[in-house]
T-cell receptor
């Protein structure tokens, strides 16, 4: 596609439910990143994929968070047993490698009620 | 450990005034520095990077390794510059980006 696509754009879920957030990177981009943007907190790194493997998942806040990437393309971020503090905008970005910038999606706004 | 610090959460200036958004980093190696901007209801996008040494929308940023800074400057702010600005660092040869907490720039008419 023309850019990084994320779905859904908005998600409201009840506390305790599981949610899946999807990211379609730019075709051919080998690196994929997930960040979380909370009000007043800036961008919090969650996980980074190179191809299908995740060499750095140090930013995942708890074991309720997991992510996978298949076929070197689409990635899914799963949050189990959501809590109110999980409410934030989840951003996905992709890049071709170490010499280019990261291109961001529009984000998924998650609200846990 | 790598860290990017943006000391100002909010910066308000009048149209036509100079603006400087501060960014300091901690990294002992060779960093790549970037400024990203997020306009209202738009996605985060690259504004400029230090290796390009370019001016985008009148903005410039110089990497000062001695002071470990990469401040973003514009001599005459415009209302359309109002946005959220993020400074980011990437270690040369690595993919992970480290972002600062962001500075909201408000340019008043």
């Amino acid at each position: 596609g023309a850019g990084v696509s994320q779905s859904p754009s908005n998600k409201v879920t009840e506390k305790g439910k599981d949610v899946e957030l999807r990211c379609d990177p730019i075709s051919g981009h080998t690196a994929l990143y997930w960040y979380r943007q909370s009000l007043g907190q800036g961008l919090e790194f969650l996980i980074y994929f190179q191809g299908n493997s995740a060499p750095d998942k140090s930013g995942l806040p708890s074991d309720r968070f997991s992510a996978e990437r298949t076929g070197g393309s689409v990635s899914t971020l799963t949050i189990q047993r959501t809590q109110q503090e999980d409410s934030a905008v989840y951003l996905c970005a992709s890049s071709t490698g170490t010499i280019t910038e990261a291109f961001f999606g529009q984000g998924t706004r998650l609200t846990v009620v | 450990a790598q860290r990017v610090t943006q000391p100002e959460k909010l910066l308000s200036v009048f149209k036509g005034a100079p603006v400087e958004l501060k960014c300091n980093y901690s990294y002992s190696g060779s960093p790549e520095l970037f400024w990203y901007v997020q306009y209202s209801r738009q996605r985060l996008q690259l504004l400029l990077r230090h290796i390009s040494r370019e001016s985008i929308k009148g903005f410039t940023a110089d990497l000062n390794k001695g002071e470990t800074s990469f401040h973003l400057k514009k001599p005459f702010a415009q209302e359309e510059d109002s946005a959220m600005y993020y400074c980011a660092l990437r270690r040369a040869g690595f993919n992970k980006f480290y972002f600062g907490s962001g500075t909201k720039l408000n340019v008043k008419p």
